[in-house]
């Protein structure tokens, strides 16, 4: 079964740092989305993705903060410059159609760790 | 905005035996869906069932089903014949039918299956 799948499984970095966060969702899939999960807490929305530009995005999603689809097949979240508090489990997931019955595909994650 | 809420944080059940799980949520919409996901050690998020607001009838996926009171505003997931595998944290989520389509979490509850 297609899989939606995250690069790096751990990230640490340094405060401050410019980091990026990597996904490929499933080939057919049209909209994007990150999450994140600061250990213990709720996993939280950040940012929707469809046809190259973002379709809504929560509080947390600032401007230290922004996506990217470089090409075909890759989905990117970046931080500009990170603080201790985006250490967090990050999430990718993708849905093949819109509509709040769907599904949404998620990676395994991304552990970033700040330093 | 949209709250949800899993008021245990852990679950243990004996192996072949049965085990809800709750949730309950608050919105003052009419029309939304609900999940639930696992996330195994893993780590990666994988629906296990959803729930169409205006459906009356509970949703059934072969060993889980759930229990949604839609007056009481409560989601429950029931496993069945409890296995090994099920061993992992279940999230409940919420997604709105309007507009922003993200989806909003619980904070998770681990269920552990004891031999």
């Known amino acids: 079964e297609p899989e939606v799948t995250q690069t790096p499984s751990h990230q640490v970095t340094q405060m401050g740092q410019e980091v990026i966060l990597r996904c490929v969702p499933i080939?057919?899939?049209?909209?994007f989305y990150w999450y994140r999960q600061i250990l213990g807490q709720k996993v939280e929305f950040l940012v929707s993705f469809y046809n190259n530009e973002i379709s809504e995005k929560s509080e947390i999603f600032d401007d230290q903060f922004s996506v990217e689809r470089p090409d075909g097949s890759n989905f990117t979240l970046k931080i500009r410059s990170t603080k201790l508090e985006d250490s967090a489990m990050y999430f990718c997931?993708?849905?093949?159609?819109?509509?709040?019955?769907?599904?949404?595909?998620f990676g395994d994650g991304t552990r970033l760790s700040i330093l | 905005a949209q709250t949800v809420t899993q008021s245990q944080p852990e679950m243990s059940v004996q192996e072949a035996e049965t085990v809800t799980l709750s949730c309950t949520y608050d919105t003052s919409e009419s029309d939304y869906y609900l999940f639930w996901y696992k996330q195994p050690p893993s780590r990666q998020m994988i629906l296990v069932i959803r729930q169409e607001a205006y459906k009356q009838q509970n949703a059934t996926e072969n060993r889980f089903s759930v229990n949604f009171q839609k007056a009481a505003k409560s989601f429950s997931l029931k496993i069945s014949d409890s296995q090994l595998g099920d061993a992992a944290m279940y999230f409940c989520?919420?997604?709105?039918?309007?507009?922003?389509?993200?989806?909003?979490f619980g904070a998770g509850t681990r269920l552990t299956v004891k031999p």
């Open positions: 997931a993708s849905s093949d159609r819109t509509g709040a019955n769907q599904p949404q595909h």
């Open positions: 080939s057919n899939h049209l909209y």
């Open positions: 989520a919420y997604r709105s039918a309007y507009g922003n389509n993200d989806m909003r």
